[in-house]
């Protein structure tokens, strides 16, 4: 009838999406952000309270604190690396647990059985961001999740050039999704980005494939590499939470790599101004790799106690690795380093 309703080509890619994240239905967004906001707001209304890692995209945290706190719903952020932290948050009026896995910035873990079981016991709806994973290494829903969302940005569209969202979960969740906020707000998809993404989907099983084998080498060598104290990547044996990885994480570790500098915001600022193959660049899951140092650039404008607190230390530096030659990357971080 009109394409804000239902467009057959976005249907498609809805479709494709379910199929990936072994749910009933999707529906496709504007942007993960879209996603994520029709999500949340078709569990919640004004009096209801939110558990969520704490964690997080720090978009997806502003518009809980902000957007939703001056609705009248207010959210309590824990430490989701431990699953009693989610429980003992747990309100009369809470509707949703909200997680995210790996998560910003460190690249820590939920453990989503653990937690999808709390949640189903309080008779709360459980969300996971599965933006890092994909579904091609990560499938929440089969972990007892009941609601799955992406930023497709990332590794559904894979060049770097559509932005748009999912929302994965039963037939009747997404419904109530498309008719209460979504169709309202207005955040959906437009038929020519589901092409684009349709295109980008077909190779994401490659795609991720090389992704997670490029990701996991660059891990091992940094490492080992004398400039760097300390690297985040849940397929290394050194990560808190390997063994979680390793059951969670069924099809591989994911391309994102996070390390610290030990030269602090100096040597990340010159790593920067150093790499040639790397792109300097913000979002993640593209075919080429981009490299940020949040301290001389996103987070150079809060101050340096708030940054720490939210554990981006003056060194820490964050890959998204791409399809590249990995020994051309390395060689690449070589002579920045
Ligand atoms: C984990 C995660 N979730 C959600 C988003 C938001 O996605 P979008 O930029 O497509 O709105 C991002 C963006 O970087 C992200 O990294």
């Not at 992704?211 to 080992?224: D, M, V």
């Amino acid at each position: 009838m009109y394409s804000r309703w239902a467009n057959p080509t976005v249907a498609v890619f809805e479709r494709k999406a379910a199929a990936l994240e072994h749910g009933e239905a999707a529906v496709a967004t504007a942007s993960g952000m879209a996603a994520i906001a029709s999500a949340i707001l078709t569990v919640v209304k004004a009096g209801d309270h939110i558990v969520a890692a704490k964690a997080i995209y720090p978009s997806t945290y502003h518009l809980m604190v902000q957007q939703l706190g001056s609705l009248g719903i207010e959210s309590t952020f824990v430490d989701a690396t431990d699953p009693a932290a989610v429980a003992t948050a747990i309100r009369p009026n809470t509707r949703l647990v909200y997680l995210e896995t790996p998560g910003n910035p460190l690249l820590s873990l939920c453990d989503l059985e653990a937690i999808g079981a709390i949640a189903r016991q309080a008779g709360l709806t459980a969300i996971c961001d599965n933006t890092f994973a994909s579904p091609i290494n990560q499938r929440p829903l089969d972990l007892g999740i009941d609601v799955v969302v992406h930023s497709a940005t990332k590794y559904f569209c894979g060049h770097g050039d559509a932005v748009g969202g999912l929302v994965v979960s039963s037939r009747a969740f997404v419904e109530r999704c498309v008719t209460e906020p979504l169709r309202y707000y207005g955040g959906i998809m437009a038929p020519f980005t589901a092409y684009l993404m349709m295109r980008g989907t077909q190779t994401m099983p490659l795609r991720v494939e090389r992704h997670n084998a490029n990701a996991l080498r660059i891990a091992q060598w940094l490492e080992q590499h004398p400039a760097v104290a300390l690297v985040n990547y849940p397929g290394l044996p050194s990560h808190p939470q390997h063994a979680l990885a390793k059951r969670q994480m069924t099809g591989g570790f994911g391309g994102m790599v996070c390390f610290d500098l030990k030269g602090g915001v100096d040597a990340g600022a010159r790593l920067m101004n150093a790499v040639r193959l790397c792109s300097l660049a913000v979002s993640l899951g593209d075919v080429r790799t981009l490299i940020t140092h949040p301290a001389s650039t996103t987070h150079s404008v809060v101050t340096r106690e708030a940054r720490l607190a939210q554990g981006v230390a003056d060194g820490l530096v964050r890959l998204s690795v791409g399809l590249e030659d990995v020994e051309d990357l390395i060689a690449d971080l070589e002579q920045g380093l």
